[in-house]
């Protein structure tokens, strides 16, 4: 069974983004970083470059709770 058995969906209510702070947080610096800086001219092209900047979110970056320090 996978890490999601017995669990179930629970969705936020409209106009309470704070109940999901975390995601919305990382959508708005993909939209600010990725997405609003350039025009994309194919979907592969928008694939690509928010691949990259996943990578670099996910790989690069320290997490901001921990002051720039590793993990």
Known sequence: MGAWAGSKAEFIRMGKPTENDHIE??????????????????????????????QDYNTVRPPSSLVGMSP
């Not at 947080?25 to 691949?51: K, W």
């Open 25 to 54: 947080g990382v959508n708005g610096r993909l939209r600010e970083e990725g997405l609003n800086a350039q025009a994309f001219f194919s979907l592969a092209e928008a694939r690509r470059v928010v691949e990259a900047w996943r």
